[in-house]
């Protein structure tokens, strides 16, 4: 029987009608997500400067203790100087971080061996951080602009409230990442677990987040472990002494005097 040009504009008509609903569905799910990231950077904001130690150990051996330094710069990225005290001939080493929106981050390390610094290119980022399951990547501070976020669905985490999880899509360039799957915890504002996607959309690892204490007005987890699912190593990390508002500056981040961060 012929189709008529009738049935053809009705047809035609259904599925406009679905292709609308289903792009209003995606644009509600990107708003919903994007607030949900919002309600997490704000509740980290105004901390002016932090200082934590920590304690890395790779697949439950080898051991790394380091300062992490950080300076919340508004508007602008934040930056952070991760300096390395144990073991021996790692002592000394400094990561610094300066953090970019859209423009890839800032990267430069200071080996005291050698008495020498080296910047990092934007593809360097991907590389291993400390012989660790953490890479260059992974340590510059979350901002909120670096993403595009959408939102995936509401889980009980027997947290006190119900956990959200959003997508967080890289907006920059040279990202390992195409995805990072993020659930949060709305009854403190903070991860709980963060799984990485690589660029072929396969999930090669995930962050867990353990053990949360407030700190004055933000909660910091004690505890961090990433597991790599492609080779089964896992990092782990001990948090401990977080201290806010120490003094730092931004004169204390100039990439010409990192090796100050050393002494």
């Known amino acids: 029987m012929p189709v008529s040009f009738r049935n053809i504009l009705a047809a035609s008509a259904c599925l406009l009608s679905l292709s609308l609903s289903l792009d209003a569905a ?17 509740s980290d904001a105004e901390y002016g400067d932090e200082v934590v130690e920590g304690v890395l150990t790779i697949n439950g051996g080898s051991r790394r203790s380091f300062t992490m330094n950080t300076l919340e710069r508004e508007p602008g990225g934040d930056r952070r100087a991760v300096v390395f005290h144990e073991p021996r001939d790692l002592a000394g080493f400094v990561s610094l971080n300066h953090s970019e929106i859209l423009r890839p981050d800032q990267q430069w390390i200071y080996l005291p061996q050698l008495n020498r610094t080296r910047r990092l290119s934007a593809r360097d980022k991907t590389g291993s951080f400390a012989g660790s399951e953490f890479s260059f990547e992974d340590i510059v501070r979350w901002e909120l602009e670096k993403y595009d976020y959408q939102y995936v669905e509401t889980v009980n985490c027997g947290a006190p409230k119900p956990c959200e999880t959003i997508a967080n899509i890289p907006r920059y360039e040279y990202s390992s990442y195409s995805k990072l799957v993020e659930t949060i915890d709305m009854a403190i504002l903070q991860p709980r677990n963060i799984k990485y996607f690589d660029l072929s959309g396969r999930h090669f690892k995930t962050l867990e987040f353990f053990d949360y204490r407030k700190v004055g007005r933000y909660w ?31 004169a204390d981040y100039n990439a010409e005097r990192i090796e100050r961060w050393a002494r």
């Open 26 to 42: 995606l644009a509600q799910g990107d708003a919903r997500g994007r607030q949900i990231a919002s309600q997490v950077s704000q």
């Open 220 to 250: 910091r987890p004690a505890r961090t472990v990433m597991t790599n699912h492609v080779t089964n190593d896992v990092s782990q990390i001990l948090w401990s002494n977080y201290r806010f508002g120490t003094g730092l500056s931004e």
